[in-house]
């Protein structure tokens, strides 16, 4: 909700903690979504906490089993954490998997943004086997994010044409 109000283009959805509101949800949506566990945690989907359901009834069945499981991933540790909520996003068709993100960096102490050719869903993987292939951009403090650095990470990423300008946005 705050990187649409800044005018980032992302998947409409909505976060509840009942399987018969995320059936409406996927509803209101078109009826193809995916049903994400919302835990502070990374790998939920390779826990099992990420799901792509083709019908309005596989939603709810999704949000049935996620809701009140615990959710086992590398970052949660063997006890794993509760999920409490979901979040049911439209679907979308996937050409490609990019991964963006912002930090503190402690070494420089600014926010650096990252970003990757290699999607998100191991990146510390790639950051430790491939850092090569990680664009980093610290941003000074004092200027805040420039469209410089905006068009330095699009066209790491091999984006053109609108694509860059929307980055840049």
């Known amino acids: 909700e705050i990187l649409r109000r800044y005018g ?12 018969a509101e995320a059936r409406a949800i996927c509803e209101e ?12 945690a990374g790998g939920r989907g ?20 996620m809701i009140g499981m615990t959710l086992v991933t590398h970052q949660t540790g063997p006890k794993g954490k509760l999920v409490k909520r979901i979040y049911v996003e439209s679907g979308c068709d996937i050409r490609r998997e990019l991964y ?14 990252m970003a990757s050719t290699e999607g998100g869903v191991e990146i510390e993987k790639v950051a430790a086997e491939h850092p090569e292939k990680i ?23 091999g984006l053109e044409g609108n694509q860059v300008g929307s980055c840049t946005k």
């Not at 980032?8 to 399987?19: I, S």
């Not at 949506?29 to 502070?40: D, E, F, P, S, T």
């Not at 993100?101 to 650096?112: E, K, N, P």
């Open 100 to 113: 963006l993100g912002m930090l503190v960096d402690r070494a420089t102490s600014r926010i650096t943004i």
């Open 29 to 40: 949506l078109g009826g193809k979504c995916v049903v994400k566990a919302q835990i502070h």
């Open 135 to 157: 664009i980093k951009v610290a941003i000074d403090p004092a200027t805040g994010i420039q469209p410089f650095h905006a068009r330095k990470i699009a066209f790491g990423l």
């Open 46 to 65: 390779k826990g099992g906490g990420v799901k792509v359901a083709k019908s309005l009834d596989e939603v709810r069945d999704n949000a049935k089993r």
């Open 8 to 19: 980032v283009a992302t998947p409409r959805g909505r976060v509840t903690a009942r399987a």
